[in-house]
């Protein structure tokens, strides 16, 4: 693998697909079939970059760790993970929002110390202490919506895009906590050593952005 690829870090999913649009709009000449490829990495020279596709929330630590030089996380990904990265724009695509809910009979005053179950225990847990109520997390990795319906939880922290899935397994929303974009992060070193790439990227993106034009 070429040293003088800009290494990208993407999540795998419905970010991806925002995410190459936006750099097609900034004018990177991306392959036809790249949304469709399995490959973990692609390397598009003709573009100067090497992508490595993930899972969302390993993207900052690729970041992190300079195994990537920048990447595309979720605002959500970036509070939960606290990594030593440069959040340095807005992409403004994935757009969504963190919220609490449970079912409609759920009783805030039955309880003295309520079970919340999400994927993002810390962000959770800030999240509670802020609002000064004593609460105990329970982490989980996938279909959070179950958590109240067999009793595990009683309520559920996650993220919400048009809230169609909390109306199918029978979850209201209780409260809107915060909102959630995608955002273009950096590796300090990459920084550095890379500048003037990494510079032209952000300033495509951000001509695509400010313009409105995203997905």
Known sequence: MSANLLTVAMPKGRIFEEALELLRR???DLPADFDDSRRLIIEVPESGMRFILAKPMDVPTYVDHGVADVG?????????????VYEVLDLKISACYMAVAALPT??????VAPKIASKYPKLTSDYFREQGEQVEIIK????????PIVGLADRIVDIVS???TLKENGLVELETMIPITSRFIVNPVSYRTKAAQIDDMVDRL??????????
């Open 72 to 84: 595309v996380a979720g605002k959500d990904v970036m509070i939960e993970e606290e990594r030593d």
């Open 206 to 215: 951000a001509e695509v952005v400010g313009k409105g034009e995203t997905v």
């Open 162 to 164: 048009t809230g169609q």
């Open 140 to 147: 989980l990795n996938g279909s959070i919506e179950l958590a």
């Open 106 to 111: 759920y009783d805030p005053g039955k309880d």
């Open 26 to 28: 900034a004018g990177y």
